[in-house]
């Protein structure tokens, strides 16, 4: 099935603690993005990615880091320098920039 | 789309019935609209979307419509089912922005009712 895969669903973390999480698309897409969804939010861009071994930071990439060495990969690392991460993460891609953006089924990270 | 904290605005409508739900968007230079649903813990699902050159556009059971004098976007669902229940939210394209990525509203959560 084609489609944008992240994993892991559910992922738990101590405070000092770096995590990262996966995404893979199949799609054959350029542009791949990472989103903060906090309750009732609209989302927020954390960082993007528009072709391989290439990355820009969204609204909210202080505390996160990415990257994009493979088109299909694009992994987001949550370092212990972002306060609050306690969230829902969204994968998406896109053919090329501004085009429809596809998403994964997220991920849940909460600190512990 | 319009910010509530966190409330989001809701919609609740009877099985069978029409839903409209509303966008405000903020570009005028805004090319492109998406709408999209998300069912609860779930990522986002593509629905409809419009460019700036066309006033309304259908899908199955789903409708949108593009007002660019006054900066507003509807969805409109017939026949409105329980599977509609969802947090629907919409994007706008502006393309001049340093990202020229997608904005995305905050929502608008729709119950439906049997």
Same mark, same amino acid.
Request: aromatic share 12%.
């Given at each position: ?112 | ?19 409209? #739900? ?9 090319? !492109? %609209? ?6 609860? &813990? ?34 409109? #669902? ?9 947090? !629907? %939210? ?6 001049? &922005? ?17």
């Amino acid at each position: 099935d084609g489609g944008i895969t992240q994993s892991p669903k559910y992922l738990f973390r101590k405070e000092g603690q770096n995590v990262t999480l996966s995404c893979e698309q199949n799609l054959n897409h350029d542009a791949m993005y990472w989103y903060r969804q906090d309750p009732g939010q609209g989302l927020r861009l954390i960082y993007y990615s528009q072709i391989v071994n290439d990355f820009q930071k969204g609204d909210i990439a202080e505390g996160y880091s990415v990257s994009r060495e493979k088109k299909e990969s694009f992994p987001l690392t949550v370092t212990s320098a972002q306060k609050n991460p306690t969230a829902f993460y969204l994968c998406a891609s896109s053919d090329r920039a501004g085009n429809t953006i596809y998403f994964g089924e997220g991920s849940w990270l909460t600190v512990v | 789309g319009e910010s509530v904290g966190l409330h989001l605005p809701t919609l609740s409508v009877q099985e069978g019935d029409n839903s409209i #739900i509303n966008c405000a968007y903020s570009n005028s230079a805004s090319d !492109y %609209f998406i709408w999209y649903k998300q069912e609860s &813990g779930k990522g986002p699902q593509f629905i409809i979307d419009i460019r700036s050159n066309m006033d309304k556009r259908q899908g199955q059971r789903v409708t949108v419509l593009l007002n660019k004098t006054v900066k507003h976007l509807s969805l409109q #669902i017939a026949a409105t089912q329980p599977g509609d229940s969802a947090v !629907y %939210f919409c994007a706008e394209n502006w393309g001049g &922005g340093s990202q020229g990525n997608l904005i995305f509203g905050k929502g608008t959560k729709l119950s439906v009712k049997p």
